[in-house]
């Protein structure tokens, strides 16, 4: 595979670059592209799992409007901007690997050279967009009509994977970890999205509280929330077993894991329910 994704005048540019900083270099020219794709989405993963605790933070003072907008406006300033921006990077790297790694794993897509070649090109057209819009900020849509459209991609995502993984010999979470995965391309790529269309959409308290006032979208946030909570706490638990053997500290910190997102299973839930 190495071989096959250096025919291009980008891969030799890209571990040039590398090769100037020693650990790089060192990754770059002994363990090549699927070892530090691999490390990419693992780093990614938990980038986002530490996103979405901070984020379920924030919501969570939705209850208080007061709080939320003054939060809010704490953090409208240019650096959380950016970092609010960059998020999109990872998004998009973890996103779109793991629907590569999907689709190499369960419907035996093999071509791997050209899929990471269009996974590092959809990736940055979609962060440039996120970026053009958060520059812009006035763009408007209909909750409903997106939504719904977003909400049906990601059914559709996740019936073709469920018909095809569940009759496989892995574990369940591993399979729930697959579909889940799947629904959520459509959902948190077009999460962020929506967010950067507008400012208010995503940091002022009144339209959010309206949006989540809305049944649909009450429905759609209930399961994406159950989705999201089993699919990064398994996604913890996976990179915890890779170093820890199995005994007794690994059952403990796997039960810690599941009451960690049964928690914001919980709260999320009521919050969700409560607005
Ligand atoms: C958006 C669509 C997503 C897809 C298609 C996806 C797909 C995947 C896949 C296939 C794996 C298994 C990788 C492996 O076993 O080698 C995985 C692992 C993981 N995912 Fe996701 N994921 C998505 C979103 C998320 C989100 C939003 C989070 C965090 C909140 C997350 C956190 C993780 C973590 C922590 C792992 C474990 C990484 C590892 O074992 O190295 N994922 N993901």
């Not at 398994?234 to 990179?239: D, N």
Request: hydrophobic share 55%; charged share 15%; aromatic share 14%.
């Amino acid at each position: 595979m190495e071989k096959a994704l250096r025919i291009t005048k980008i891969e030799p540019y890209i571990i040039s670059l590398m090769e100037r900083f020693p650990i790089l270099s060192y990754y770059a020219t002994t363990r090549a592209w699927p070892f530090l794709i691999s490390w990419g989405h693992r780093l990614a993963g938990l980038t986002l799992v530490g996103y979405m605790f901070a984020h379920i933070y924030t919501l969570s003072l939705l209850s208080t409007p007061a709080d939320f907008d003054a939060d809010m406006r704490l953090l409208h300033n240019p650096v959380f901007s950016f970092l609010e921006w960059a998020l999109a990077i990872p998004l998009a790297f973890h996103s779109l690997n793991g629907g590569r790694l999907i689709l190499y794993e369960l419907f035996h897509v093999r071509e791997d050279e050209i899929m990471i070649r269009w996974m590092v090109i959809l990736g940055l057209i979609y962060i440039l967009i996120v970026g053009f819009l958060s520059i812009e900020e006035g763009t408007q849509v209909s909750v409903n009509v997106f939504w719904s459209i977003t909400v049906a991609m990601s059914l559709i995502a996740s019936l073709i994977v469920f018909n095809k993984v569940w009759g496989t010999r892995n574990s369940i979470p591993w399979k729930l970890q697959r579909i889940t995965g799947a629904y959520m391309i459509p959902m948190v790529l077009g999460h962020m999205l929506f967010m950067h269309m507008n400012y208010l959409t995503g940091h002022d308290s009144k339209t959010i509280l309206l949006r989540m006032q809305n049944p649909f979208i009450k429905g759609a946030d209930f399961v994406f929330i159950i989705f999201l909570l089993f699919h990064a706490g398994y996604g913890i638990f996976s990179v915890i077993a890779d170093y820890i053997r199995p005994g007794p500290l690994l059952k403990s910190l796997t039960c810690l894991v599941v009451i960690v997102m049964a928690i914001s299973a919980y709260y999320g839930i009521r919050l969700i329910m409560a607005l």
